[in-house]
């Protein structure tokens, strides 16, 4: 491998004179610059032939990760298989080339297929309507909330500003009904993983708004008291909020509807196998149980006979109020077609067979591993379990050391050190596509890791040995990253 062309920064293969494209001529004439506008020296940019170029960025996208090239047992974020025929439906251009303001008369096709998908995860989830609006499951989650708040202010109950959050919720919960302007309250988990039913009665009162769940929950134990819990939520006169983060063990087997659930988010990059990672796209589509239904914002998609019409529906319980609005018209339209076209690929027969099999394959890693990685809470899990690192403490290794090495086997590590309620956490997920040779493979070299943790613990603490960066100094990256390149006096020369 030629380290010159595949570890170093395009600045440091840059060569004076070399040039890789040429601007055409101006055609449009010169016209003065302001003085103010104007730069004081040459931009310091790279000079490359265009090969350098090409191969340059070419061998560093290999080292980005994701499900196409190795397994990504995450945790926590469902990362699963992204079918290519996702990608090849939202690029067509008869989606690809809409423009969002056209008339809805010129573009019935793409209204059909929200509508569709709208009713689509209805069905899923056993709520009533959705909005298609929200950018990210982040947002979904706050367009949640604010309905629960706009539900409640409406009713002319503005003391209810309390939100119950569990102390195993993803961090989101919190952040969102703070920045919604309600209170959190924390309620403790038992022994066993689970929502603390005799603690939750003592937070319960006539100021309770909510109360947010995520089930199974994040140690993926599935919540067996959720009637209770919501009933006693709505008896005073709270409402039940679904995280939808989860949401990919339950596909055919249960639906939070059912439950008793009034408002839940679905993360479409998590369930439905849209793009995911890097920070985007995302789609977090906002579902409601009946009576709910005005409180979603607009614009949304109505079907009039064989007609597909946008509408912009009034706000609350009042028919004169204005329409609410959290983003620009769709959302990511192309996320959407991406989501829907994995539905209406795998149909509801074959649906109902991802949470089974995500669920098999997360007990058959857990099983295999348990006398070797210390799991805190026995039992049946769902999608996704916590290790609480090696059972052998006495090796000094501990769960960032595992994640390293299994880097240098080309597995991408687990999320670690999430949930917090296990110092060394170490959350598994395999999701339903992966086969069980792919996942022999990985049990294989997690306990050729607790291996070598009594035998070699040097070289899992040196991990990785094997990557183009070795281990990095996390918190000096984080809180002093070098984001800039600096050119030496002898290169600017």
Known sequence: MNNKLYGNLIFELSRPGCRGFHLPDNPFGNYPIANELKRGNDAQLPECDEVTVVRHYTNHSGNNFGVDNG??????????YNPVINEEVAARPAFANLHPAQPADTCQGALAALYGLQKALSEISGLHEFTLNPFAGAQGELVGLMIIRAYHQARNDSKRTKVIVPDSAHGTNPASAAVCGLDVVEVKSTPQGTVDTEHLKQLLGDDVAAMMMTNPNTLGLFEK????????????????????????PLLGECRPGDMGFDVMHINLHKTFSTPHGGGGPGAGPVGVRKGLEQFLPSPHVVRKGERYEIEELPFGFAPDTPTMNVGTFFGNFAVLMRAYTYILTLGK???????????????????????????????????????????????GIRTMDVAKALLDYGYHAPTIYFPLLFHEAMMIEPTETESKATIDGFIDVMRLIAQKAEQDPQQLKDAPLNTPIGRVDDVLAAKHPITTYKQSIDEQV
Not at 71 to 80: A, Q, R, V, W
Not at 225 to 248: E, Q, R, S, V
Request: glycine letters at 8%; one cysteine or more.
């Open 225 to 248: 008291d959720i009637p209770a819990i919501t009933k006693m939520i709505h008896d005073c006169g709270g409402l039940m909020y679904y995280d939808g983060a989860n949401l990919n």
């Open 71 to 80: 397994f990504y047992p995450l945790g926590s974020c469902t990362m699963k």
């Open 349 to 395: 027969e074959n649906l109902k067979n991802v949470g089974k099999l995500a669920t098999l394959n997360a007990n058959y890693i857990k099983e295999s591993l348990k006398d070797v990685y210390d799991l805190p809470i026995e039992g049946l899990c769902k999608h996704e379990f916590v290790f609480d690192g090696l059972k052998n403490k006495d090796t």
